[in-house]
């Protein structure tokens, strides 16, 4: 099932983590498995943020392999040795979790080809770079995994949020929403639904130099996209063609540095409630989400079977 | 075969009335009767006074709770109820089957006064997917817009939108009446049986797809027919049926219902010739 949820702030920041946590939890049980967020954040916009991991959760019914702690610390030596090679300056690190770590870095290089060197490390995965991308995942519901990395401290624009029940694929963090619209700064991806031409496109997106990190077939509409714009699409224009290019049914939002969008395939399948007004547009797949960081009357409606639309900060 | 007549224990059938005799050695059943409908009384449902008017406020509770506080209102005699702050909660007013006056001054969630056999419902807010799924009579008014799969499977009652719906709108209808003031999303009337669809603004792609009967009437642009659905031409009799029923739902003033695009099923597809597959096999 899954439920997705997504605000944006126009013209002001305000405190985007703890509103999205409030719309996740809500959309609770919609998807218990686990919980992603994508935070547009105040940062001074002068470094990278990059938020990797080196394993996975394996304590909360994730299906991934037990590794010892140690190895996530050999991994993280890789990283720092490659990011040395690469020329990059961390200029402050965090460790937030035995596995997982947010770096804030100085690069001069295409981001493609920064990802695929860090990456090359076994079990090492970008979840996301950008300067003000905040790309959080992890097994638990919004509260657990919000009070885990601290992001209802977060303040920002714009955001966007996953709760996902798990049926396609596994139950671990590779598998969890939201997805980095890689190699794009700042680009992320949340769906509830299911894609049923997924490894035709995989496979013809790979034969492009497109990189796949999990099995999730919502996956794929990140790279999809992040396809498109390499070529010189639009956000928006990527969307439209997405109505027509990804068979199955589905609800999704992107977001970028500066703006937040929605798409919903044309069988309307999938639900979403939308809340729209000058200052605020906020979404999820129930009104409950809504109504938990908007408890008075307000209109909202349900967009139609095609729609597309994009909002700007 | 179960003796029934020697056990006072009756069935949930033989307590709602569905049939009055008890089994004995060989099946000897009364049905139901609709000849005798005004003497029907569901198990479980209340003689209310509309004139005894109460509120609840519903914030703090969960849709069980509210929908059990309900039934005790109702069971009390209250015939007028006014739900407060029911903040897009799901399943809130299901299952009512007595006549009532339920009045939501908000909006509701999904699968909003679902299985409804009688009261008269006025939400003064939206509602979400599946709203009154199921309804068998009565008269549900949305004063704002309705989500996907709004009136799935009704079989009988007015159900009245007066802002847009989205997809699937009467889905599997088998009676009764939508009516929509604004548009309509992809596939309404989807596999409808019976009853009428009216929708003044335009709807989506696939209208009437695989319908079996029934008829949709549109006010505004079609995005296409589905599957075995044509158009029909306007009879003075739909002309009147109109605008009777739009001057009952509220909406409407002054809509010329005589330019409505007025679609019904074709009869064409598979399941209305009378051949079996093998013999189908052959035909092709």
Redesign the interface.
Known sequence: MCGIAGLIHRGKSSDVGSELQSMLQALKHRGPDSTGYALYAENDGQNFIMRFKVGENVGEGSTSVNEDESVYDERKKLVDKKLSVLGATVVKEDKLTPYSFRYEIKIDIDLMEFSKAIESINNVEILSIGKSLELVKDLGDATVVSERYGLHKIKGTHGIGHARMATESGVDIKSAHPFWGYPFSDVSVVHNGQLTNYWNNRRALENKGMRFMSECDSELIAVFLAEKMRNGATLEQGMKESLTGLDGVFTYFVATKDSLGMAKD????K?L?LYESDELVAMGS???A??SIL?Q?I????P???EVKVWQI | MANLKTSDKKTKAQSMGMHTEVLTGRTQQKFFNPDEGENFFYFGAHDVDFNKRTELDVKDLDCKQANKKIDELMSKGYGTIVIKNPQGKHSLGVGILNKLNLIFEGSLGYFGVGSIDGPIVRVNGRVGWSCAENMMAGKVVIEKNAGSCFGAAIRGGDLICKGSVGARTGIDQKGGSIIVGGDAGAFTGFMMQRGRIVILGDVGINLGDSMYDGTIYVGGKIGSFGSDAVESPMTKNDIDWLTRKLKVAEIGNNFDVSKMTKIVSGKKLWNYDALEPTEKKGAI
């Open positions: 044309t069988m309307a399948a639900p409630v129930e009104e409950i809504i109504r408890p009357e209109d909202t409606y349900d139609f079977d095609g």
